[in-house]
């Protein structure tokens, strides 16, 4: 039996993966994979991204994008934000700051916060996800309430991370929160995406699309964002709290009227949207605003990072590696049998490696998500192969509706398969690729990481 060569794994049921009776390459081919993997959440971990991303050094704070600030030159430090990986920021950034830090609001889906947070100065505050919820609204104002007239010799450190757009949101007046979840279901009823509707809600939102900065001036602003959009874009990173924003009162407007939606918004929201169309009344702040001379907007943690760190290491194993693409979209069968052709042409100890999200077209009632799936349309491929492996996890986790991050198949999955009688075009068709991957012993178990920076794939050939 192979041991792992990690002091502390990720991936819960990294053990029994190894243990199969394959051919020694397929195992040690395995083996990479889940160290890569481990590597890839293990750089997309909050705390990790916070103490590689934060330091105090002789009472300087030193940020990893090369500012800094003497404790002596600030009055007060803030910390705000919100975000599923947010309360483990919060966390690191405690062990680091301790009681440099003045007082803190954060706001945090509930799940995180299952096991007790270390947290002494900085509050926290239980918030919605997907949907804005009273939690998320009342959270917003403690928020606010903090922010509200500090100085410039004040410093804000605003933590943020993927699922902000829900969990940190304050509607200007005269939106109600039933007005907000009203245009939430039209908008998605109607087949918007998910750039169209953050359009619309910077439009409604008093912190969205920049304005965040704005109420916390003339107080300098670090943001800390853990990306999980493809391109790490800032204005679409939890709806760009601190960050500029290129739409406007006419693109959402656009929006409203491809759908063919105005008549059936709230009234509240129809009288916002026409006031702004008129007077351009809370307009999301563009590049030029003097607001963003005062804001340092700093990603700790992305696919690219995590891509990157994974290529380090197996470089250092003596592996000839290459990222294909940090954008990957799609379809997921699709995706996963353009991977698996590829090792066609792979020279042996060669690794590829992969991030973005993709998707998978429903036509089936069985159980499964885009890794999965992803995997399973790869393991076709790749039948009767040895030292080839091919994964996909979710850097959260949670693939799909079940409690597998992902899986990895090789060689011996489709055979594995048949021996029980499986049939793998069944099973696809089905769209019930953890079924089939749990019958081969295939799944990969993180449980929720804390995290996301969308995929990782992960090819690997001996």
Not at 56 to 69: A, Q, T
Not at 180 to 195: N, V, Y
Not at 320 to 337: F, H, V
Request: hydrophobic share 40%.
């Amino acid at each position: 039996m192979i041991k792992i060569r990690l002091k502390h794994s990720f991936i819960k049921n990294h053990q029994s993966l190894l243990e199969a009776d394959f051919d020694p390459l397929t195992i040690e081919a395995r083996k990479i994979v889940l160290e890569l993997l481990n590597e890839g959440i293990k750089a997309a971990d909050p705390k990790n991204a916070i103490h590689n991303s934060v330091k105090l050094v002789n009472n300087e704070i030193k940020f990893i994008n090369g500012s800094s600030f003497l404790l002596s030159n600030i009055n007060r430090i803030f910390v705000i934000g919100g975000g599923k990986a947010t309360a483990k920021m919060a966390e690191g950034l405690e062990e680091i700051l301790g009681q440099h830090i003045y007082a803190g609001q954060i706001n945090v889906p509930e799940y995180s916060v299952k096991q007790k947070l270390n947290l002494k100065t900085i509050q926290y505050n239980i918030a919605g996800h997907p949907l804005v919820t009273n939690g998320t609204i009342s959270g917003t104002k403690k928020i606010l309430d903090l922010i509200e007239g500090l100085s410039a010799t004040d410093l804000v450190i605003c933590l943020i991370s993927g699922g902000g757009s829900a969990l940190l949101e304050m509607p200007i007046e005269g939106i109600t929160l039933e007005d907000l979840s009203e245009l939430f279901h039209i908008l998605t009823e109607a087949g918007a995406t998910i750039h169209e509707l953050n359009t619309v809600r910077k439009h409604i939102s008093k912190i969205k699309g920049g304005k965040l900065a704005q109420i916390i001036q003339p107080a300098k602003i670090i943001s800390l964002i853990i990306s999980d959009v493809i391109g790490d874009t800032l204005d679409t990173i939890a709806s760009g709290p601190t960050a500029p924003d290129l739409t406007t009162w006419f693109v959402t407007e656009q929006i409203i009227n491809k759908y063919d939606i105005m008549d059936n918004l709230p009234l509240s929201v129809q009288h916002i949207v026409k006031l702004g169309l008129t007077k351009e009344d809370n307009e999301t702040l563009k590049p030029d605003n003097s607001t963003f001379a005062n804001v340092e907007n700093i990603i700790i943690a992305s696919n690219v990072r995590s891509c990157n760190l994974m290529k380090e290491y197996a470089i250092q194993n003596n592996f000839s590696t290459s990222i294909i693409s940090t954008n990957i979209s799609g379809e997921a069968r699709d995706i996963g049998r353009e991977f698996a052709e590829k090792t066609k042409g792979m020279k042996e100890n060669t690794v590829l490696l992969a991030g973005g999200e993709t998707t998978v077209t429903i036509q089936g009632k069985g159980l499964g998500g885009r890794n999965q799936e992803l995997a399973l349309a790869a393991s076709q491929v790749i039948v009767g192969t040895k030292g080839i492996v091919i994964a996909s996890i979710g850097s959260d986790g949670i693939d799909g509706p079940t409690e597998a991050a992902g899986a990895m198949v090789d060689g011996y999955t489709v055979l594995s398969g048949s021996k029980k009688k499986l049939e793998i075009k069944d099973f696809l068709e089905n769209n019930d690729s953890y079924n089939y991957l749990k019958e081969t012993n295939n799944l990969i178990i993180t449980g929720s990481t804390g995290t996301n920076v969308m995929d990782f794939i992960v090819v690997v050939k001996m």
